[in-house]
């Protein structure tokens, strides 16, 4: 049996999160997107800021991963497939929009991004384990595919990763009786492999830049399962 847990949880982001602390994450949110639009690169641009603001860790996580430039945010939408046509094949990125929605089922923050994305703050780092919300993630996931009748899904899942073994089947173990065919590969440059396909799902910044197209397959999820979900917007 999956441990129960709550994935991406602080206590800390009830306070950094604030009604309050949006006030200043907003503010600092424009002084990123100035300094990037002239040319400085997030993390330097971040890190001015947020010394400037005196910013926790995980408010410039969160400003880095919401805050893109009008070039970007102008490509990702051009590529991305509002609605998906039947049949199609979709290309998961599969630890990074299984964790997402776990964050979701787990009541942690989630951000609403500027290129439309929906993001977490949950950190993989090599690391993974299955909790009673992965079904749940798995389940909504599912959801979707049904409604568009994809004819394909390919999951790609990062082979350092622990416990990717054991994900693969527990996907496998869900999907058997579905009615679409179903690949699993647990490979390693996921995102090299991604970023030459189409059909993309992720919210990977770097595969959306190079992807051919992309579903936003997570936020269809959540309005599917209408979610009460914690999405936040550090920027106005």
Same mark, same amino acid.
């Given at each position: 049996?999956?441990? +129960? ?15 309050? /602390?949006?006030?200043?994450? =907003? ?7 100035? *300094? ?18 005196? #910013?926790?860790?995980?408010?410039? *996580? ?13 490509? &990702? ?5 509002? /609605? !998906? ?11 990074? @929009?299984? +964790? ?7 009541? /942690? ?11 977490? #703050? ?11 919300? @992965?079904? !749940? ?7 979707? !595919?049904?409604?568009?009748?994809? &004819?394909?899904?390919?999951?790609? #899942? ?11 089947? *527990? ?16 490979? %390693? ?6 970023? =030459? !396909?189409? %059909? ?21 999820? #959540?309005?599917?399962?209408? *979610?009460?979900?914690?999405? +936040?917007?550090?920027?106005?």
């Amino acid at each position: 049996m999956s441990k +129960i847990g709550k994935r991406g949880y602080v206590p800390e982001d009830e306070r950094e999160f604030s009604e309050k /602390s949006l006030i200043t994450l =907003k503010r600092a949110a424009k002084d990123i997107c100035y *300094l990037m639009e002239q040319g400085y690169p997030i993390k330097s641009a971040s890190t001015f800021v947020g010394n400037h603001y005196l #910013l926790s860790e995980r408010q410039r *996580l969160a400003l880095v991963r919401s805050i893109s430039v009008q070039k970007q945010i102008a490509i &990702r939408r051009q590529k991305e497939i509002v /609605s !998906l046509e039947e049949d199609a094949t979709l290309y998961i990125d599969g630890f990074n @929009t299984i +964790i997402t929605l776990e964050v979701a089922f787990s009541g /942690s923050p989630l951000f609403d991004c500027m290129d439309g994305t929906i993001r977490d #703050l949950a950190g993989l780092r090599g690391t993974y384990r299955l909790i009673d919300k @992965t079904e !749940l993630a798995v389940d909504a996931i599912a959801k979707v !595919l049904l409604k568009y009748k994809v &004819r394909k899904v390919v999951f790609y #899942l990062d082979a350092p990763v622990s416990n990717s073994g054991r994900l693969a089947q *527990l996907l496998r173990e869900h999907y058997k009786d579905l009615p679409f065919a179903l690949e699993i590969e647990v490979i %390693h440059q996921v995102d090299a492999v991604l970023q =030459k !396909l189409d %059909h993309v799902v992720t919210s990977d910044a770097i595969i959306l830049d190079h992807a051919e197209s992309w579903f936003n397959l997570v936020k269809e999820a #959540l309005r599917l399962k209408k *979610l009460e979900c914690k999405t +936040i917007r550090v920027w106005d």
